[in-house]
């Protein structure tokens, strides 16, 4: 496996466009696109080949410490300083929901291979599991 291999990796581009420190990064399950979080309050969607900001999500009113994409890649969340976790639609950037649960920062969240629940963490030390409502 080439990737195993040491001193393999090297940069092959650098996304610019946030207006403050990106907190977060992922890569969409099918690796065409990349979120990102940032200080700015923004999640920034990029094309990764081309490296080009094709939207960013606004809501959010703390800084954005985390964001996950969906295994099916149709949606993101995004976790604030402000302990709330943001549901987006990944292809129109519409806010879906704002969970809010947490009682402090909302710092991780991550979706199950069958996208039926996420888990969120935070600084409040608990983890909570929200599950999709059918």
Known sequence: NIAMQKNNYKLSKTLEGHYNSVLSATYSPDGKY????????TIKIWNAKSGECIKTL???????????WSPIGEIIASCSAYETIK????????????????EDF?????FNPNDEEIISTSFDQTI???KVNE
């Open 34 to 41: 990349i979120a990102s979080g940032s200080k700015d309050r």
């Open 58 to 68: 606004k809501g959010h009113t703390w800084d954005v410490l985390c964001v996950a």
């Open 87 to 102: 549901i987006w639609n990944a292809k129109t950037g519409d806010c879906l929901q704002t969970l809010k649960d947490h």
């Open 106 to 110: 909302s710092i991780f969240a991550s």
């Open 128 to 130: 909570r599991v929200w």
